[in-house]
């Protein structure tokens, strides 16, 4: 699961921190953060067109 980096901080141990997959993808941090609001976006946009009825 995505979160905030900026507002939900974790301890460096922890494994899906933004440097760690930043470095792991081999993206620049702001790569990584327009890839993961890329796929949140995508996921609302999944959810929302389904009715809730």
């Known amino acids: 699961m995505k979160r ?3 507002i ?3 301890d ?3 494994p899906h921190t933004l440097s760690k997959r930043s470095f792991e993808n ?3 941090p702001e790569e990584q953060l327009e890839k993961d ?3 949140a976006m995508s996921l609302l946009y999944t ?3 389904y009715p809730l009825d």
Do not use: C, G
């Open 12 to 14: 460096w141990d922890y």
């Open 26 to 28: 081999r993206l620049r």
């Open 37 to 39: 609001a890329t796929e």
């Open 4 to 6: 905030n980096p900026f």
């Open 8 to 10: 939900h901080s974790k």
């Open 47 to 49: 959810i929302f067109k």
